[in-house]
């Protein structure tokens, strides 16, 4: 059974930092591309980061490019996704996924699996 379960969001101030966590299980996450999307109030749900299968490899939207960090644990089967410099803006449900291809990708529709997301709040 495959399972995605984020941690790690919560409540914070405009300029602080936080890390989101994902645990990942029920499959073989060390050949699996993983991202992070976001999706606030009335949006549509939106890329932040990716990174390909062995961490090599990163790619981030230009918004949070510069601030957030994305990173991955192969033996822990977890992915992390540091943010710092947190603006109001960045206010959303943050979900965990995992591709079907290795290599970095920001297409949402190669992302298979997806965790149920945790909600990160930005407050000026």
């Known amino acids: 059974q495959v399972q995605l379960v984020e941690s790690g969001g919560g409540s914070v101030q405009a300029g602080v930092s936080l890390r989101v966590s994902c645990q990942a299980s029920?499959?073989?996450?060390?050949?699996?591309?993983m991202g992070w999307f976001r999706q606030a109030p009335g949006k549509e749900r939106e890329f932040v980061a990716a990174i390909n299968w062995n961490g090599g490899s990163t790619h981030y939207a230009d918004s949070v490019g510069g601030r957030f960090t994305i990173s991955r644990d192969n033996a822990w089967k977890r992915l992390y996704l540091q943010m710092d410099s947190l603006k109001p803006e960045d206010t959303a449900i943050y979900y965990c996924a995992a591709a079907g291809v290795e290599g970095v990708t920001e297409t949402i529709s190669q992302y298979t699996y997806w965790g149920q997301g945790i909600q990160v709040t930005v407050s000026s």
């Open positions: 029920g499959f073989t996450f060390s050949r699996k591309a």
